[in-house]
């Protein structure tokens, strides 16, 4: 395909990006997130093709020294998802070094919110935004809250969630980017599990139940980030700032396409 197309540039998403799912099985993910991306890289090689933008993650970060995370912080990843997508941003300064390969890493944060048309779903849904939606709109009884005894104010995980047009946006300007480059990217607010269902109650209506369960497994309590690199070096700029924003996007969407991508 790529010596079909001879595209200028790859955008590289796919990937297994499930926290708790590569807690059981890791080799899933060093298998595709690793080797089956080296597969794309050899090939962009072998066709000439020398420019990359890749999706990595706030889950390289693990539990931070301070926030928010700026790029200077030493990535400690605390779940094989975080290392498969660490060890990819090492090789691609190699596949730099070694055969020219222009990249730029945008480490998203947590991505929510929609498009008109496009928006979250998964097949065996595991995120938090689309499961509380699920709930609003009767498809589930009640929310799962992984963990209430996190050293956070109200005791559940603290997440950026950043809207999915401004990670868009990101993406072209990091076409423009002059030289390979490590971004992190989100709004810079954090907002914890039971702040996310609490938005969606006033958003939705609904009241959304939730039954408190024991820790995820791999899920660092709180992730924020510092995008200050990516707005000065690039010129990015979230749309949206506010959490009832992007809420607001996913269950619009959500109403519009109840069976998601589904028939
Ligand atoms: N979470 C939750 N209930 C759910 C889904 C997620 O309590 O049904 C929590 C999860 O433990 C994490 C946060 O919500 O602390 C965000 O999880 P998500 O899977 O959406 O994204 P992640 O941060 O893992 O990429």
């Not at 010596?3 to 799912?21: K, N, R, T, Y």
């Not at 060093?30 to 890749?54: C, E, P, S, W, Y």
């Amino acid at each position: 395909t790529l010596a079909a197309f001879q595209p200028e540039a790859v955008m590289h998403f796919a990937a297994s990006a499930l926290v708790g799912e590569s807690m059981e099985n890791p080799s899933k993910y060093f298998r595709n997130n690793i080797g089956h991306g080296l597969n794309l890289l050899d090939a962009m090689i072998a066709t000439g093709r020398k420019q990359l933008v890749f999706s990595s993650t706030c889950a390289i970060f693990g539990p931070p020294e301070r926030l928010p995370i700026d790029e200077t912080l030493p990535p400690r990843p605390i779940n094989p998802y975080g290392e498969s997508k660490l060890a990819f941003e090492k090789i691609l300064r190699w596949y730099g070094e070694i055969h020219g390969l222009r990249f730029v890493a945008l480490r998203y944060f947590n991505a929510a919110g929609a498009s008109e048309n496009f928006g979250e779903e998964h097949r065996i849904e595991t995120h938090l935004i689309p499961n509380v939606l699920k709930v609003a709109l009767g498809l589930m009884p009640h929310v799962e809250i992984y963990g209430t005894d996190y050293d956070t104010p109200d005791g559940t995980c603290i997440r950026d969630y950043i809207h999915i047009l401004d990670l868009a946006h990101a993406h072209i300007l990091a076409l423009k980017a002059p030289k390979s480059e490590l971004y992190n990217l989100g709004t810079g607010g954090g907002s914890s599990v039971r702040e996310v269902i609490e938005c969606c109650r006033r958003v939705t209506g609904h009241k959304i139940p939730v039954v408190e369960k024991p820790r995820r497994a791999g899920d660092p309590p709180r992730l924020i980030a510092a995008s200050e690199k990516i707005q000065r070096e690039l010129g990015w700029r979230p749309q949206f700032q506010s959490l009832e924003a992007i809420i607001e996007s996913a269950w619009k969407w959500r109403q519009k396409f109840p069976n998601g991508y589904g028939d």
